[in-house]
């Protein structure tokens, strides 16, 4: 089953808890919360406080992709949050292991995400310790991207790797998909979409979704 997660950060925030149970009653059975530094990542988004607010008026999975350097300072935090995903980046710590496990020591679940350059062999070691992995199809820190079709392949990597040793894994794509590029991710073996603009920027996000589910 395909798992839809819209990214709030193409949504119009004034109406940030409208938005996110319009998109929950269409089918939605997550939602993408992109939370950016200005340093792992050249631009700035929203932390805590906003998550935390968000957390009173829904019951959607929250599914929150940090975007920072150093996240083990965070994890806390974003747990109190209300963070049911945690993804981290392979790239953002010299631990990622650790952290992972920081994060399931509070029983929420743990992704890490690889950039477009970083190869899917650097997540073999670790992925019987995983709950998702996060390939990034586009370069992470702002949306409205194009696809970049090359990542794709990773997936398929993953998937592989995952099936030949008895992994039970989801694995998230997020950046630039949209209705009509989503199967090449689902073939190669992804199961957990994050859309933004493709969601929130549309005339009527219900029936995005509903195309992308079905
Ligand atoms: C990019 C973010 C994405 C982004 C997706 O750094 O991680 O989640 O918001 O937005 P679209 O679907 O517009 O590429
Ligand atoms: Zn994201």
Redesign the pocket.
């Known amino acids: 089953m395909i798992i839809i997660s819209p990214?709030v950060?193409?949504c119009d925030f004034t109406k940030l808890g409208d938005e996110v149970k319009k998109v929950h009653a269409a089918g939605a059975e997550y939602i993408?919360l992109?939370v950016m530094d200005g340093i792992f990542?050249p631009n700035i988004s929203f932390g805590p406080p906003v998550i935390s607010s968000l957390k009173k008026v829904t019951d959607i999975v929250f599914d929150v992709?940090l975007?920072i350097t150093q996240p083990q300072r965070y994890i806390k935090d974003y747990v109190d949050a209300g963070a049911d995903i945690i993804t981290i980046h392979y790239e953002s710590c010299e631990d990622p292991l650790e952290v992972v496990k920081l994060i399931k020591s509070y029983g929420v679940r743990a992704s890490v995400s690889i950039k477009p350059a970083t190869p899917a062999e650097v997540l073999y070691p670790m992925l019987g310790e995983l709950d998702m992995v996060l390939v990034m199809t586009?370069e992470?820190?702002?949306?409205?991207?194009k696809m970049i079709p090359e990542t794709i392949e990773k997936v398929r990597e993953l998937r592989e790797y995952a099936n030949k040793n008895g992994i039970d894994i989801d694995i998230e794509v997020?950046?630039?998909?949209t209705p009509d590029n989503l199967k090449y991710a689902t073939e190669a073996g992804a199961n957990v979409i994050?859309?933004?603009?493709?969601i929130f920027r549309a005339e009527d996000p219900v029936k995005v979704i509903n195309v992308m589910k079905s």
């Open positions: 990214s950060l193409a993408h992109d990542v992709h975007m586009v992470p820190g702002f949306g409205g991207q997020d950046g630039g998909i994050v859309a933004g603009s493709a």
